[in-house]
């Protein structure tokens, strides 16, 4: 009889978590009343706050309007919730998880979250809490360990399983292809503003057959990357839902109302901790998109080049999809000197390209200082710059910064200083520079030092190495005159110095 009610449910994931769950006995669920349309339709006082209402009454009309027929496979059902705060999302979560396991004979689902203790303490263990209460949980078998957490079906534990799993790149194999052809592969991402591009890549491969679906939830923290594209240039293709934190009955209005006072209504805080809406500038993001824009479009000085210092910036490539960039500022006009960028190329070849860009430089009449990423193989090129007798500056990122009470490394002070400048500065209007400028985050240290995110750590999230922005903020390294005497007219002791540079010093 049990089985015979959950396959009316197949299409009602609304019906099924008012008829699954005890809402009218259990005092611990009675904490949100039912909108009056609902409580009308359901003889049910308690139970899901209206937005989680809405979302399941659609995702029933979505699995109808599909019909599904078990050989013919369908378009995925994908539906995206951006948040505030405290709207009941890891709730949601457990109730589609349990709706699907118990009216889906073996499907196969994967669950996971932005972090594995967000996972673990948060996600599963709402699973796990919610299958506990359910009329179907006895059909299951839930280990919630570390490591081990997963959910089966006590008789095909093998072909009717939800598995939780951490969403590390090198774990991306673990969401490949679910193959339930006859029922329904599913996904749900939990925080999934910072699971990697890569997880949300081979999750596409495992929505090619049977009934798919897609649950994707989070706070919008970051206004780039797979989430954020959910609600823009893919949204074509999901049911998105944007949550207001304050129309929800179980969060703290009280809080929520000094935040907005506090920060303001347009505040980026405020858009994403409170109207689930992504902000000007990501939570974590270094450069606002906005300052670049405005660079962009701001119009370089008219000057003459003679007399005046050009600092160039020298990013060398360390891995085979990286690319070498040679940046060059006179001032506040970044754009004026095109960029040059190469690929495939050797320490000795860079080293003569860069020799070329200062002959050409100095041909115009301008004063170089030459800054060169000092790291890895980039001591090649400043080794045989100097064997060909230019006065090149060797920066390496990690070393120590002239503010060290406000800056952890050289590189973050760099891109410190160059945000500074953005905003009197002017660069090229150029995608690839945009994204390189917008796509880096900080966060700080436990001595209040500003930490920059690692080009491994962007690596992981699927986006390229920003080899364009550290070339400008090379440019950055050291503070230099506007106007300087050319090289060989400076004094020996200050030619000394820089040919002995020690940015360790």
């Not at 709207?87 to 004979?105: F, V, Y």
């Not at 660079?295 to 210092?309: C, D, H, L, M, S």
């Not at 490539?317 to 190329?345: E, N």
């Not at 490394?409 to 209007?429: H, Y």
Request: glycine share 8%; proline share 5%; with cysteine.
């Amino acid at each position: 009889m049990l089985a015979e009610d959950m396959a009316r449910f197949y299409d009602d994931p609304l019906g099924f978590v008012l008829y699954a769950f005890p809402w009218d006995t259990d005092p611990t669920l009675q904490v949100v009343r039912l909108p009056a349309s609902y409580r009308m339709q359901y003889d049910c006082e308690f139970g899901p706050d209206l937005w989680a209402c809405q979302m399941l009454e659609s995702i029933g009309n979505d699995v109808r309007d599909r019909g599904f027929d078990g050989v013919n496979a369908v378009e995925p059902i994908q539906y995206a919730v951006s948040s505030g705060h405290g709207i009941g999302k890891s709730a949601m979560s457990a109730w589609l998880t349990l709706w699907i396991m118990s009216t889906r004979p073996h499907s196969k689902g994967v669950v996971t979250a932005n972090t594995g203790e967000q996972l673990a303490s948060k996600t599963w263990a709402g699973v796990a809490a919610w299958k506990a209460r359910c009329i179907t949980g006895h059909w299951f078998d839930i280990t919630t360990g570390k490591g081990a957490m997963r959910m089966v079906h006590n008789q095909h534990p093998d072909t009717w399983r939800v598995d939780a799993q951490t969403c590390r790149e090198e774990n991306s194999e673990s969401f490949a292809g679910l193959h339930a052809a006859s029922s329904t592969p599913w996904y749900l991402f939990d925080e999934a503003s910072a699971i990697p591009a890569k997880i949300w890549e081979v999750a596409e491969g495992g929505k090619t057959d049977g009934e798919p679906m897609h649950f994707v939830f989070g706070n919008p923290t970051r206004n780039t990357g797979a989430f954020a594209e959910c609600f823009g240039k893919q949204r074509h293709r999901w049911n998105t839902r944007q949550i207001d934190s304050r129309t929800v009955q179980i969060t703290n209005k009280v809080l929520l109302a000094k935040w907005v006072e506090d920060y303001g209504e347009d505040s980026d805080f405020v858009k994403v901790r409170v109207r689930g809406v992504f902000p000007n500038a990501s939570s974590q993001q270094f450069i606002a998109r906005g300052l670049v824009d405005e660079a962009a479009k701001r119009q370089a000085e008219a000057t003459q080049w003679v007399g005046r210092t050009a600092c160039v910036g020298v990013d060398v490539a360390r891995f085979g999809d990286d690319q070498s960039v040679i940046r060059t500022r006179v001032g506040r006009d970044g754009r004026s000197i095109s960029p040059k960028r190469f690929r495939g190329m050797d320490t000795m070849q860079l080293a003569a390209r860069v020799a070329e860009h200062i002959n050409y430089l100095r041909g115009l009449g301008l004063n170089v200082v030459v800054f060169v990423d000092g790291g890895g193989v980039g001591g090649g090129v400043v080794d045989r710059l100097r064997q060909l007798e230019y006065d090149v500056i060797e920066v390496p990122f990690g070393g120590a910064a002239r503010d060290p009470r406000k800056y952890l490394n050289r590189r973050a002070e760099m891109w410190g200083s160059m945000r500074d400048w953005l905003v009197i500065g002017c660069i090229e209007k150029d995608e690839a520079l945009a994204t390189d400028l917008t796509s880096v985050e900080y966060w700080y240290t436990v001595k209040d030092q500003i930490q920059l995110e690692a080009k491994d750590d962007m690596k992981a999230r699927g986006l390229a190495s920003p080899d364009d922005g550290d070339a400008l903020a090379l440019t950055f390294a050291d503070p230099v005159p506007e106007h300087a005497p050319p090289d060989d007219k400076q004094p020996a002791a200050v030619r000394k110095r820089r040919t002995e540079h020690n940015p360790y010093a």
